[in-house]
């Protein structure tokens, strides 16, 4: 196999370039939606009984779905944190629904 591509330092040693292809859209959306494909409606409904926002990265992707699928984040006025509530917490209240609907999946 090939070395990677290696680029000078200040001290002189070599150090991995940064220069790396970059995935392209299509793969990227290939592959999340692989990955959402092996999920069942269980593991969809485990995800809306928590009472909490999911993790970051998960909630970034649940957001992104939400832009795609044109859900609405909750109502400010009728959200569970009221006027406490952070971007992140409208798009949850929102979502969450979402995944108890058994359709979700072939939604997506």
Known sequence: SAS????STD???RAP??????????D????????IE?????DFKSLASRKESPPEAVMQVLMALCLLM????ADPKRAAKGKNATREDLYWEAVRKQLMDAKFKSRV
């Open 4 to 7: 990677p591509v290696t680029r």
């Open 38 to 42: 092996s999920l069942d409606q269980e």
């Open 11 to 13: 001290s002189g040693r």
């Open 28 to 35: 990227s959306l290939e592959k999340c939606l692989g990955r």
């Open 17 to 26: 370039s940064t220069d790396r292809p970059k995935a392209k859209p299509k």
């Open 70 to 73: 044109e859900i609405k984040p």
